[in-house]
DNA sequence: CCGGTCACCTGAGTGC
DNA sequence: TGCACTCAGGTGACCG
């Protein structure tokens, strides 16, 4: 579900919501939400005080202060995961809450209000995944995740040296985290359209005029997007909410629907194994822009 | 190195 | 109503 606008927002609700909240208590319904053994996550994550949350490519990254000192709670939503506030899940009690079908891992915090105790991280299609570590674990973790720059942050010099080095589709290659993380389906199409880049042509044929183009309409799109709280198509929302940006997608979901630059019908293809989404006269498949 | 396909899951939408 | 089928914002494994 979410990409680098959407677990921005998310990662933001949380710092304010739950940051400085101590993690009084953890518990896990599906064994297998957790990645790696379910006792070490509990013995890191149980008593840690909540510093920060902030986003790390597509992951939301909790830094926490633990009993046995500093540790870092990883998650990524993959399509469906969300976070929501609730009561910590208890028997006969009232006052207690329930689990949903699809809630797996709770979290009873300390200081929040008595009415929503507890973080929940739900995910309907359980492809998601929580892990914990300390920092030498996380430090190899990250070498093995082998991640790229963020694109909000990259210089126009790295991307342009990244994307060209690659021999792939320009599509496969900026949905690809190693190359740049935390785009996703929806803004690769998106930035492709603005750019007047074909999503199949080669990545290594760009010019550095067109990735400092790509680039700068990327983050155009994800600063927009982020202001808006990202899209909102099915199952993503915020601890605040979900995102209006949907509303402005000008090929992402619009197969059919007249091209906003040329009024050429949107076409869908699959690159990738992934829906995608393009104008077939603003972004022609040959290595020249077509300008009318 | 590269692309294609499947697998992981559930639910929503569509067409018969 | 029901059933069969397709599709979904992500990634990782496997195969040729």
Redesign the pocket.
Known sequence: ???LP?VQTIASDLNEVVGGKIIEEVAVSLA?IVAGDLDRFSSLVTGAEIQSVVRMG?WVRFNVNGVQGPAVMLA?L??TGQFHLGLWPGDSDKKNGRWD??DHAAFRLKGQSPDLDTLYYRD????GRLRAFDLMELDEFLIQLDQGPDPLTVSPEEFYKRVTA????LK?VL?D?TTVAGL???YVDEGLFATGLSPVRSAATLTKAETNLLLKELRRILNASIKAR???????EGLKGGGSFQNVHKVYGRAGEPCSKCGAPIERSVV????THHCPHCQPPSKEKSQA
């Open positions: 579900m979410p990409e959407e297998k597509k990524h993959k399509m079908v699809h309907i299609r359980q492809f690659r021999k792939g589709r496969c949905l985290q996703g389906n929806i990202g899209s909102t198509t099915s199952n993503y990738a194994g992934r829906s």
